[in-house]
């Protein structure tokens, strides 16, 4: 079945460090790829989203580009803040179905 | 503002004891979703529901129930049949339609065993 492997953390950099959290996904079919950041204590939040090859999401300095050829959906940010301290869950879905789930990266930013 | 709430936010079950965790969403959305959590494993779905009086069991549905009477509610019931509840649970939903939508999701419910 369909799944997603994201890196293991916890990620901890200093601010202003570059940020990259790797994740793959197995998929029959051509899924549709998100990256949510939860806070501690609270639900998950969409950070950003693609759902065809070669898209890129962006949002709030994340990005995400969506690659076939290495079934690889990796988040970066340039410049992280300590606020970027969070969970950060890849996930997909196919033809509206429920989402499947990385089990998740914790990052830590410390100033 | 349109969104989903769960209630309560904290949760406490004795043993053998059934009970229910609200979920209710004013974004007009078809589908519905619940999601437990648990450290170290992501989310793994529980139940799911695309249309009202409708619903599929997802990846770990034993010891749970759920109900679908109104688009605006999804109630999941931890029944005493499960076993391990504590965990955090997650409600989410979306509009259903075609495989880019994302799901929104609630604030979760954090369920622990007296």
């Known amino acids: 079945g369909d799944s997603v492997t994201q890196m293991e953390g916890p990620v901890t950099l200093s601010e202003e460090a570059f940020l990259t959290i790797n994740c793959t996904y197995t998929a029959t079919g051509y899924p549709s790829l998100f990256w949510y950041v939860q806070y501690p204590g609270e639900g998950l939040q969409l950070l950003l989203k693609a759902t065809k090859a070669d898209d890129k999401g962006s949002n709030k300095g994340f990005e995400a580009t969506y690659r076939k050829e290495t079934t690889s959906f990796h988040l970066e940010k340039g410049s992280v803040q300590v606020s970027d301290s969070a969970v950060y869950f890849c996930?997909?879905?196919?033809?509206?179905?429920?989402?499947?789930f990385g089990k998740g990266t914790t990052l830590s930013v410390s100033s | 503002d349109g969104g989903i709430t769960q209630s309560p936010k904290y949760l406490f079950r004795k043993e053998g004891q059934n009970v229910t965790l609200s979920c209710e969403q004013n974004?007009?959305?078809?589908?519905m979703y619940w999601y437990r959590q648990d450290p170290g494993q992501g989310l793994r779905l529980i139940y799911y529901s695309q249309i009202v009086n409708d619903f599929q069991k997802g990846d770990i549905a034993e010891g749970y129930s759920v109900s679908r009477e109104k688009k605006e509610s999804f109630p999941l019931t931890v029944t005493s049949a499960q076993k391990n509840p504590t965990a955090f649970y997650l409600c989410?939903?979306?509009?259903?339609?075609?495989?880019?939508?994302?799901?929104?999701f609630g604030d979760g419910t954090r369920l622990s065993i007296l």
């Open positions: 989410a939903s979306s509009t259903g339609q075609g495989g880019g939508q994302p799901q929104h």
């Open positions: 974004l007009n959305h078809d589908a």
């Open positions: 996930a997909l879905t196919s033809w509206g179905t429920a989402l499947i």
